[in-house]
């Protein structure tokens, strides 16, 4: 089975609050790329991180942060001290190593929505 | 800095009508993609296109799809006789090699059939 789970549908935080957006995946590959892209209000897919399959190493980037956990099939984000500027529906996606063509499996999204 | 761009941001057409969308990829991009999204769903996978072929393809895209990279700058997605249910956002997407696979996206196309 090929699949990303983002269970959460929407999550509401107000200002400041710290919020971690769960993903989950399904892959039979030992090699596989995952990603997280944000769409904002306005529509467009913005690329926010790739991450290969044999580095976990976690990463941050400012007040974005992503834990990579290969026991529990687990790309989870995790945004501190949110901003109304983070409200965006944000999507988990999956690529296959042995994919010869780059497709992106979707997960459903989670709609964040940062409150004033 | 470099980006996908789409044309036009948003059609609407009857269905049975032909239409064609249109991007310009990042320009030394080489593997090129369509996927689409139904309002509110999640985006799905069409078709990826590289050396002037199609490498794969979806389901979803069948005989009324077509793709084409009519010169070196624009790739096409053409749907034959568009359907109700053709209605979506159609986003382009490009990256330069796929084992590097940061797929950068165009700005969408919402299509809507009436």
């Known amino acids: 089975a090929q699949k990303v789970t983002q269970a959460q549908t929407e999550i509401s935080v107000v200002e400041k609050e710290d919020v971690t957006l769960d993903c989950v995946y399904e892959?039979?590959?030992?090699?596989?790329?995952l990603f997280w892209y944000k769409q904002p209000p306005s529509g467009e897919l913005v690329f926010l991180i790739r991450?290969?399959?044999?580095?976990?190493q976690n990463e941050i980037s400012g007040r974005y942060s992503w834990n990579f956990q290969k026991s529990t099939s687990s790309f989870n984000f995790t945004i501190t001290a949110s901003q109304v500027v983070d409200s965006a529906v944000y999507f988990c996606?999956?690529?296959?190593?042995?994919?010869?063509?780059?497709?992106?499996?979707f997960g459903q999204g989670t709609t964040l929505q940062v409150k004033p | 800095e470099p980006e996908v761009t789409q044309t036009p941001s948003h059609q609407v057409t009857q269905m049975g009508q032909e239409v064609i969308l249109r991007c310009v990829p990042i320009?030394?991009?080489?593997?090129f993609y369509w996927y689409r999204q139904i309002l509110g769903q999640k985006v799905e996978f069409l078709v990826s296109?590289?050396?002037?072929?199609?490498?794969?393809k979806s389901e979803i895209f069948d005989d009324q799809f077509s793709v084409e990279r009519p010169d070196g700058s624009n790739f096409t997605l053409k749907i034959r006789s568009t359907k109700l249910e053709d209605s979506a956002m159609y986003f382009c997407?490009?990256?330069?090699?796929?084992?590097?696979?940061?797929?950068?996206f165009g700005p969408g196309t919402r299509l809507t059939v009436l």
């Open positions: 997407a490009s990256s330069a090699r796929r084992e590097l696979n940061e797929q950068f």
């Open positions: 892959t039979r590959d030992t090699t596989y790329y």
């Open positions: 991450r290969n399959s044999f580095d976990e």
């Open positions: 996606a999956l690529r296959h190593g042995s994919s010869n063509t780059g497709k992106l499996i």
């Open positions: 320009s030394n991009h080489l593997y």
């Open positions: 296109f590289y050396n002037n072929e199609i490498s794969e």
